[in-house]
């Protein structure tokens, strides 16, 4: 497995195809670098021996221990193990741990080349296994980039009045094809190893030029990356974990670029769109339910600090709104930990995780983001808006008043007081805790979203016959289908120790 150090010194060899506010810049520019810190811990953590077996699996195609995001599920256990460890490395860096999207990107491309090849007799299956063969060797990571500029939202790929609103197919030959447009918001292809491009939506017939599914190097030619990075205010002196790291997201532009045949994973099947595009989100949302109740222990906690910094943590209304924190982020963890257990071991051999359970997850979450930070912010009071800037703290004139005024707890020193004062500015009311906010409610697909897949996916005709029966329409009540649900426990979910609860 890579070290981190060998991470950023590959991040510095890769050509200059960044562009932040109008320059071009180099993988070495350090408004990315929070987001490196970010991907480095993964590296880290691998290398310590109270996670083994927690980041690190062994892989399924070359027997090696590999890490965690670069393994194809195999059994509940792993889906289990996926969730904790992204919950665990969430709390690590204060956020978005990053490196899921390419965990899940690789999950779906290895049950939907399968699926395509079982159909088309094509071969994606095995050039996307030779792809995943060498990512786990050389440990790579890879942004997934599924979400389109899409245009006017009213129409589809092949109606739009620009042909790129939607990354699109623009020549096939026999080496390879060429593609054009852009794909938006797409988290860590600044500094991942790999772009994977996958479709966003089901498509027609008349739209099979959008059926396209690729992998290519992010630094790729003809391949443009204008990045927002995103990072807390820099501190001079009291520095904390939270401020080292960060993220950032970039407008992937595809121009006219060549991809080469062997790197190429749909190619115009268009009725494979719609499941490719559903098994990365839901592989995603899945991976929502260790990374969302990770940011409800975030929430959870500061609001706690703040509550003693104010000296009112065993004051009802408090601890009321505390309990919130647990209600929403465990049942959203519990949600993950039964979609492990309910998911289905898929024609390639990859596990995957129960589609329902992933989804009522991810909403109930996307739909508490916002109620979670109003909690921080009811019990923080207005301060986090108005504090004053770290340097009047050190001022020569001013030090002695913020010392003095910003204690409310005696019991607490007045640099801590400052540092949880400052934390909660950075954790609530900066461009990182919006980010939060917006990722929360967007990332992995809107709400919206999540209640599509639902109305797709879930049983309500078993849900009338329950009330049918009851109502004494139907003498007989089918239970056969086992709460609609269709239970496919893989056994050895508990088999293996846990690391990290010895
Ligand atoms: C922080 C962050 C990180 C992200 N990272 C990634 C990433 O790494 N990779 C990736 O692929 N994507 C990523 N995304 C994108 C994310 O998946 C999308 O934001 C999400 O799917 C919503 O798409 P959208 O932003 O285009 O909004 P839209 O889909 O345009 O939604 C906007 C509104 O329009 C409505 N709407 C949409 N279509 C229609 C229609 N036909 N008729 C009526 N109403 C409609 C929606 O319901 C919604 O209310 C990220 C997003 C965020 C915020």
Redesign the pocket.
């Known amino acids: 497995m890579r070290t981190s150090a060998e991470y950023r010194a590959d991040m510095k060899k890769m050509k200059p195809n960044l562009y932040i506010g109008g320059e071009k810049v180099g993988r070495d520019d350090p408004r990315i670098q929070p987001g490196v810190n970010v991907m480095s811990v993964t590296f880290d953590l691998a290398q310590e021996p109270d996670w083994e077996g927690l980041i690190t699996a062994t892989s399924s195609l070359t027997h090696k221990e590999i890490n965690r995001f670069n393994h194809l599920p195999q059994n509940p256990y792993d889906l289990m193990q996926k969730q904790k460890m992204i919950r665990l490395a969430t709390q690590r860096v204060g956020g978005c741990i990053q490196r899921c ?1 390419g965990h899940d990107a690789i999950n779906a491309l290895s049950i939907c080349t399968k699926e395509t090849d079982d159909k088309y007799g094509t071969e994606y299956h095995r050039r996307f296994m030779d792809f995943l063969r060498n990512y786990q060797e050389k440990d790579l990571t890879s ?5 389109d500029m ?1 245009g006017d ?2 129409k589809r790929p092949s109606e739009q009045p620009d042909p790129d609103a939607y990354v699109h197919i623009v020549d096939v030959r026999d080496d390879g094809i060429v593609v054009r447009g852009a ?6 292809p600044a500094y991942a190893d790999e772009i994977i491009v996958v479709p ?1 939506r089901a498509l027609k017939e008349e739209d099979k030029d959008y059926a396209v599914a690729f992998a290519i190097p992010a630094d790729w030619d003809r391949v443009r990356l204008i990045t927002r990075p995103v990072w807390v205010r820099d501190r001079e002196v009291i520095k904390a974990p939270f401020t080292e790291y960060g993220v950032s ?1 970039s407008v992937i532009v595809f121009d006219d670029t060549f991809i080469p045949k062997e790197r190429v994973f749909m190619c115009k099947e268009w009725d494979f769109a719609r499941r490719l595009a559903l098994l990365f989100a839901d592989s995603h949302r899945h991976s929502y339910s260790g990374c969302k109740p990770a940011i409800s222990d975030i929430l959870c906690g500061v609001t706690a600090l703040v509550a003693d910094a104010n000296n009112i943590s065993r004051v009802d209304h408090v601890r009321q709104k505390l309990s919130e924190f647990a209600g929403g982020g465990e049942l959203a963890y519990a949600a993950g930990v039964a979609s492990a257990i309910y998911g289905e071991k898929t024609s390639s051999g990859t596990f995957f995780p129960n589609a329902i359970y992933a989804n009522v997850g991810r909403r109930l979450m996307g739909e508490n983001i916002y109620h979670e930070f109003n909690i921080l912010t009811e019990i923080a009071g207005g301060l986090s808006v108005t504090l004053p800037f770290e340097g009047d703290f050190y001022g020569e004139e001013t030090k002695k008043d913020l010392e003095k005024y910003i204690v409310r707890n005696p019991k607490i020193s007045p640099e801590d007081s400052h540092r949880i004062w400052r934390l909660v500015e950075n954790v609530g009311a900066s461009p990182m805790g919006d ?1 939060y906010k ?2 929360g ?6 709400p ?2 999540e209640t599509i897949t639902l109305n797709i996916e879930y049983d309500y005709e078993s849900k009338k016959n329950i009330a049918k029966y009851l109502a004494g329409i139907d003498k007989e009540l089918d239970q056969s289908k086992d709460l609609g649900i269709k239970p496919t426990f893989g056994g050895s979910l508990l088999e293996a120790d846990t690391p990290l609860e010895k």
């Open positions: 999207m942004a997934c980039a599924q979400t899409k939202r009213t794909k938006i918001s797409i988290t860590i966003t997201d980010w917006i990722a409610v967007h990332g992995g697909g809107s919206i979203m």
